[in-house]
């Protein structure tokens, strides 16, 4: 029996595993959903005040004298999720620049059900909460649609979801995120200090003009991103996960070189690379010098055929997917049930979250798109149906992260933060199992439909 080299085992039962892990949307959503039940289990264990105290950690960053001393739980909100929202922004500006959002014809249902389901889950919260202090506070929280978490439930159904369907639950999260973000930058911002917001206005400038004369260095972004627009707004007061949205907006979405001229580029650099004598006698696989030298240009011909909004999004997905996230579930899903569980339960604020998350997501998108697709304004995507629509209109209610983030802002208060947050966890949790039975139903029916009609085809 031939023994396969170690390298080839490695690859096998390594390599190849691995990224097939983090290029799955359902690997991520499972990993996003075990973090967070993670924290509850601590946070409901003797750990509990080790864990919370653990989150209170300060530590600095700076120079000169000049320090931002926060604790570990601002750092995870403020700056590791920048992050998150800076790949959120990608995704923003390519469906806009060359997706589903590119078409008015193909953007206007997910548009107009998106707003559908911010409008009305921020009505439902306000009505039921209606005398409350927390009312104004807290109406942001069920205005969010997690975007990993539902299509990770949508990849739980495997091969025999649409594309379309896919496409256009996409499309409403990332329209929702964008007004999630809007609703941050307006509405949950701390007092303004203008002189960084002014010189976060230069450096945005900057990063603009680098765009439209042509730099593609991903480095000159992130520099300026960073140690310029991100820092300073943190310093202003609006939130700096603005910064982010800001900043990926700016990332070139063209290419260095067209397709054809790659496309050229490459026969010839792979043609010199065929004349070269190979040495099959070279165990090691090492290349030469002039194989180097050929591998190299490829290497940088195909770097400058990617758009670096894509090579960044595709490249920063992974991290945020499988560090990022967990992180932010394991650091603000730990909610301590102390006391009476049921009070908590039926406050007002948790019922408001609730209530204006499952039915006011669902009124808001399938409603509004109901409304619209009879009045025959709007069409339904091709291979898509109105029970999908319903399942999808559920999906939309899973807030989790923004949901938690947006919490995070809302309310200082601990008790009141705590009913949120619970109120965030109990209602994706029940849209997860309600849009998962209801697409799996309908999807399984079109399925056996589309088998039947196929039979009959044949015999006739």
Known sequence: MELKPKKEIVDIWIIDPFNELINNSKASGIVLFASAFIALLIANSPLAEAYHHFWENKFAIGFNGNFINKTLHHWINDG?????????GLELKRELVAGELRSPRNAALPITAAAGGM?????????????????????????????AFALGILYLLGDKVPSSLKIFLTAIAIVDDLGAVLVIAFFYTSEIVYESLAIAGVVLLVMIAGNLIGIRNTVFYGILGVGGLWLEFLLSGVHATIAAVLAA???????????????????KLIDDFVKIDF???????LVSYEQYKIISKIRDVSKNAI????????????????IVMPIF????????????VLDALFSTVTI?????????????????????LKLKLMQLPVGMSMKQLVGVGF??????????FISELAFKDVELLTQAKLGVLVASVLASIIGFVILNISLRKQAMEKAASIEVEEVV
Not at 279 to 285: F, G, H, I, P
Not at 307 to 322: A, K, M
Not at 329 to 340: D, F, R, V, Y
Not at 354 to 372: A, E, M, N, P, Q
């Open 329 to 340: 579930a394991l650091s603000n899903a730990g909610i301590t049930l102390s006391g009476n």
């Open 307 to 322: 758009p670096p909004l894509q090579r960044l999004e595709h490249g920063l997905h992974p991290i945020v997917s499988f």
């Open 279 to 285: 040495d099959e006698k070279n165990e090691e696989n």
């Open 119 to 147: 409008i009305l889950p921020a009505l439902i919260y306000t009505v039921i909460n209606s005398g409350n202090p927390a009312a104004f506070a807290g109406w942001g929280i069920p205005m969010a649609t997690d975007i």
């Open 352 to 372: 408001g979250v609730i209530v204006g998350l499952i039915l006011g997501k669902f009124l808001g998108v399938v409603g509004v798109s109901y409304i619209v």
């Open 80 to 88: 590791l999720m920048a992050l998150f929202f800076f790949v959120v």
């Open 249 to 267: 907006f700016t990332i070139p979405a063209t290419t260095k070189i067209q397709e054809r001229l790659f496309v050229n580029k490459s026969k």
């Open 395 to 404: 999906l939309t209610a899973i807030g989790f992260t923004m949901s938690l």
